[in-house]
Structure formats: structure tokens, C-alpha cells
Nanobody, 116 residues
Framework: QVQLVESGGGLVQPGGSLRLSCAASGSIFSIYIWGWYHQAPGKQRELVGTITRGGSTNYADSVKGRFTISRDNAKNTVDLQMNSLKPEDTAVYSC??????????WGQGTQVTVSS
């Protein structure tokens, strides 16, 4: 089992930055890919980006060049640095982890609101 807890959400003005963190505990050794997703009101959950165990990253076109995913192995965290935020980035952001046996884990989500 893997437990994920997100933090760092909040209200930010357009053009601002925010850093989300996902703290992982449990059988972390079993995870081969980590991801961040977001879900805006009335819309389906969408992939923001992923980072593999080896450190390779992949991003949705809508956030390329603005968002960065990183891992801190010492702290067992997966962070999402969000720059140049836009109102359309407003959503609940959730951390995701997929194990080698395909078990999938989710955090509870954290709200990000981009508004002036």
C-alpha cells in the first residue's frame, strides 16, 4: 500500500507561481511512475504530467514550459512547480502513483485557484 498526501494549494493571481508537494509513504519501492492530474469544475480529470522512477518527465501540452515535476528521494516527495499560472489552471490537483503490479494510488487532492 502507498499513501499520498498533497499540500501547497491555494489562491494565486494570474501570472503567479505555486508549488505543490505530494508526500508518499508505505511501499514506495513498488512505484514505477508518479503523476499529477487536475480536475476543473464540470470537467473530467486530466493528466498534467508524469515522472518515472528513473526521472524521465512528460507533460500535457497545456502546461509545457510552465510546470515542472520533480522528485526528492530523501524526502519521499513528488513536487509540481507551477509558473505563469492562468485562470484556466484552476482545478483540484491530485497526486497519483502506479506500482509495477498496476495498483494505482491517489491522494485526496488540493485546490488551486488562479484569480485576480
Amino acid at each position: 500500500q502507498v499513501q499520498l498526501v498533497e499540500s501547497g494549494g491555494g489562491l494565486v493571481q494570474p501570472g503567479g507561481s505555486l508549488r505543490l508537494s505530494c508526500a508518499a509513504s508505505g511501499s514506495i519501492f513498488s512505484i514505477y511512475i508518479w503523476g499529477w492530474y487536475h480536475q476543473a469544475p464540470g470537467k473530467q480529470r486530466e493528466l498534467v504530467g508524469t515522472i518515472t522512477r528513473g526521472g524521465s518527465t512528460n507533460y500535457a501540452d497545456s502546461v509545457k514550459g510552465r510546470f515542472t515535476i520533480s522528485r526528492d528521494n530523501a524526502k519521499n516527495t513528488v513536487d509540481l512547480q507551477m509558473n505563469s499560472l492562468k485562470p484556466e489552471d484552476t482545478a483540484v490537483y491530485s497526486c497519483n502513483a502506479v506500482a509495477w503490479n498496476r495498483n494505482t494510488y491517489w491522494g485526496q487532492g488540493t485546490q488551486v485557484t488562479v484569480s485576480s
